[in-house]
């Protein structure tokens, strides 16, 4: 025993100071503990629910590896494919190319035969409404997930449009001005004779027009936009098939070679022009801002989107229709169809540069213009099979 300390107590304040600090410190981490779980559950609430369904998209996609694109340049061209491929390189890409009436049929003819091989389609606006009409199409809204697409602050009038009935199936990405349908060859006519679509009911031009059989699997969208266009209408579609014996071509070619050969001095939708042009022939196309029924973006002169139901790859094809109408997407898309397919292509995203958008399909900034979406096509169709037979 010590001396001094024989049956001494110990103070109070002793043994509670030595209680104290380890049930002190057993709280601290207690509250550190705590106060990290609420750090993480805080963090976890600050990702973006659309950041983690992008990621669950990737991820999917990624298992599916695979891609199936159905249509036109717009959506098949090599440069497109490529840089795609370039952000997304574990997504092989495959494609069918071709002109949108025939690529809707080879999809149509797929169906009744239980094939389901496409994911996507992009073209003009007539071949997807095959599509919409036979019940193939999924809405694109749900599969858009990043921010710069859904917002729609980005994209000319301030939202997304659509080229069916129902607003919701067919995405139109395109807002290129509609070209007339008018082209005329150089050294036979000027131009600046033709004002009104009504001038080509003049005497003058009686046997010497030549046009595209409106005719065919989808009914041409120029065609569509005369008859629903105030100011034409029924009345002036009827009358240019039955009273100016307009000679009617099938093959794009064979039209623009009568055009630029003489054979015929003006055309109504010959294809290609500016290539023409631009190999020396003298064709030219007339200016929308030259005609008074002119000055409209959509209808024939916008390609669109459409997402094929029971695709296989849906979670690739999510992925690429975000990819495609984000900034990226539409810059390259627009650089490929100017640059490469030398066709004026003005998407309707209004946060990308407009410098490469040949002029004559260009936007002109601050200017109102009617966006032309979806055109019922069965009048039309019923007109054309009583004037065409």
Not at 38 to 45: E, Q, S
Request: charged residues 25%.
């Amino acid at each position: 025993m010590i001396p001094g300390f024989a049956g001494k107590r110990e103070p109070e304040s002793g043994r509670l100071n030595r209680t104290w600090i380890p049930a002190c410190a057993g709280m601290t981490f207690v509250a550190v503990a705590i106060a990290s779980a609420f750090t993480a559950i805080v963090a976890a609430a600050e990702i973006p629910k659309w950041k983690e369904e992008w990621q669950r998209v990737v991820e999917l996609a990624k298992k599916e590896g695979q891609l199936s694109l159905y249509g036109g340049q717009e959506i098949t061209h090599p440069d497109i494919v490529a840089a795609f491929n370039k952000e997304y390189p574990y997504i092989k890409v495959t494609s069918a190319s071709g002109r949108a009436a025939d690529m809707m049929t080879r999809i149509v003819a797929e169906r009744r035969a239980d094939k389901y091989l496409p994911d996507l389609t992009a073209s003009g606006p007539n071949g997807p409404r095959m599509l919409y009409l036979n019940k193939i199409l999924d809405p694109i809204a749900p599969t858009l997930i990043l921010p710069e697409v859904t917002d729609t602050s980005r994209w000319y009038g301030s939202k997304h449009w659509y080229a069916d009935p129902e607003n919701k199936y067919i995405f139109m990405f395109e807002g290129t001005i509609v070209t007339t349908g008018l082209s005329v060859n150089t050294k036979l006519v000027s131009a600046d004779e033709i004002k009104s679509y009504w001038d080509l009911l003049q005497p003058k031009w009686k046997g010497k027009l030549l046009g595209q059989d409106p005719r065919g699997a989808a009914l041409l969208t120029p065609v569509l936009i005369l008859y629903h266009r105030a100011g034409l209408g029924a009345d002036f579609v009827r009358r240019l098939y039955t009273e100016t014996d307009i000679t009617l071509f099938r093959d794009r070619r064979q039209g623009t070679n009568w055009l630029a050969t003489g054979k015929f001095p003006v055309c109504h939708l010959c294809r290609e022009i500016d290539k023409a042009a631009q190999q020396g022939l003298p064709v030219v196309d007339i200016a929308p801002e030259n005609l008074k029924e002119g000055g409209t973006i959509g209808g024939g002169g916008s390609s669109v989107l459409a997402l094929i139901n029971r695709a296989p790859r849906p979670n690739a094809a999510k992925v690429f229709i975000n990819w495609y109408l984000s900034r990226q997407g539409q810059t390259v898309w627009q650089n490929v169809m100017n640059k490469k397919e030398v066709e004026a292509s003005d998407s309707m995203r209004i946060d990308i540069s407009k410098d490469d958008v040949l002029a004559d399909g260009k936007r002109v900034a601050d200017r109102e213009y009617q966006v032309i979406g979806f055109l019922d096509p069965e009048p039309v169709q019923k007109l054309l099979q009583e004037i065409l037979k």
